[in-house]
């Protein structure tokens, strides 16, 4: 915003809006559902800008599953040592924990339609670059690039979202958005392990890689019809990371502190759940991938109908459940003897993505515009890079014994859980 004094302009960040209280928020509750086709639209969240959304995320979802997971199997076939794989999985840990901020800037600053056609470039040069050199070495210097696209666009999806919606729609579509993403996870490696089965490791990951390179050529021509609001392309304030952070909400603080703990409950056991389910529990590999199905499908399955509970009934009780579900996973994992206790383990696994509708939907709105982009870029590099510690604590832990890692995953998850609680409650206390 421009004041003037005297003969000079001033640049002015606009003053932050009110703080969120929940109680106004429930005012605004969506309509009674109904049969028509265009209230069935209204209820999904799909608008132009969201429904484009939504493809370019089946696209570029479709373009990474069909071979990424293929790619440790794909670098020891190229000759890769085992510290070069290593190296591959601390990138991958260290892109998705970094290149969220720099992505919140680049949104700001271009606009949604400009970041988004940009990040999808910055992927498809590293795609490029896999094929033009097939050597371990190259897929290391081409991760920084084709492993950029989730880690970015992170911030343009969730800016997107507060921009093109209500308030009171927030949860529904990040709700439908989350579905949408896990169908390329569920079909997805399935045709890719296939064309490694029919053609080989290298040759088939490398026909993943050139049908990649298509579908974000298509993905780029989608995301060149998103339409720009007004608060998109308004002059935005340029925050260090410092400010951004300064800047935080309270309640976003509040929610930052209490989901760092519950990410440490989520990485403490995460390398290891694999290792105790083949190794002490005795299920072999396609019993494990059923497992992650399980886990896959119950998440899909209660994503909207909680995204859109969510926004009728406000965030914090759905935020709180999946808190719950988080601490709860690694102790359900203790009483696992079994495929059958594994099911139920891996069941609740997946009911940890019960409430990340109503947690994502208010980050969105406690990072209100101008810069919105950067605010969530700024909360997940805190909250990944310092939950990326968890990896080494949970190492420590399983030295002593896996029992030790779930049950150490397990207390910091139900410390995250009963300080978002307690902070609550003492704000609502404040607030009556």
């Not at 209820?43 to 373009?63: D, K, Y």
């Not at 009728?312 to 579900?325: L, S, W």
Request: proline share 5%.
């Amino acid at each position: 915003m421009l004041s003037s004094s005297g003969d000079h302009w001033n640049f002015r960040i606009p003053p932050i809006p009110p703080r969120y209280n929940h109680r106004s928020f429930l005012r605004s509750r969506p309509k009674p559902l109904s049969n028509s086709p265009k209230a069935t639209i209204e209820f999904f969240a799909l608008n132009r800008n969201i429904s484009i959304l939504l493809a370019a995320l089946v696209g570029m979802g479709f373009a990474e599953e069909l071979w990424m997971r293929f790619l440790p199997k794909y670098l020891e076939t190229l000759g890769a040592a085992v510290w070069a794989i290593g190296l591959f999985d601390a990138i991958k840990t260290w892109i998705g924990a970094v290149y969220a901020y720099p992505g919140g800037i680049v949104t700001d600053r271009w606009g949604h339609r400009r970041a988004l056609c940009f990040f999808t470039l910055v992927s498809l040069a590293g795609y490029m670059l896999l094929l033009l050199i097939p050597h371990w070495a190259g897929v290391l210097a081409a991760s920084f690039l084709f492993l950029a696209w989730s880690s970015l666009s992170l911030p343009a999806t969730f800016s997107l979202v507060g921009s093109s919606l209500a308030a009171n729609k927030y949860a529904m579509g990040i709700g439908v958005q989350a579905t949408v993403k896990r169908v390329p996870i569920i079909i997805a490696p399935l045709a890719g392990g296939m064309l490694i089965d029919h053609y080989g490791v290298v040759e088939g990951t490398r026909i993943g890689i050139g049908v990649a390179v298509l579908l974000a050529i298509l993905t780029l021509g989608l995301q060149r019809q998103i339409r720009e609001s007004q608060s998109s392309t308004a002059i935005r304030p340029r925050l260090t990371f410092r400010t951004s952070v300064q800047n935080f909400d309270p309640a976003l603080r509040r929610l930052l502190l209490s989901d760092i703990l519950v990410r440490f409950c989520e990485r403490i056991p995460y390398a290891w759940v694999v290792l105790y389910s083949m190794n002490e529990v005795g299920v072999n590999a396609t019993q494990f991938g059923l497992l992650t199905g399980i886990e896959m499908v119950t998440a899909m399955v209660c994503l909207i109908p909680v995204a859109y509970l969510s926004d009728k009934y406000g965030r914090e009780p759905f935020i709180v459940a999946t808190f719950i579900f988080f601490t709860l996973f690694p102790i359900s994992m203790l009483f696992a003897n079994g495929f059958g206790g594994l099911v139920v383990a891996f069941t609740i696994r997946g009911l940890k993505e019960f409430g990340e509708p109503a947690r994502k939907s208010l980050i969105i709105q406690l990072a209100p515009e101008p810069a919105r982009g950067q605010t969530v870029g700024a909360y997940y590099l805190v909250r990944d890079c310092l939950a990326t510690l968890a990896a080494f604590l949970g190492a420590a832990l399983w030295q002593f014994s896996p029992q030790a890692n779930f049950v150490g995953a397990a207390v910091v998850g139900a410390a995250g859980t009963s300080l978002y609680i307690w902070t609550q409650h003492r704000h609502d206390r404040r607030c009556s």
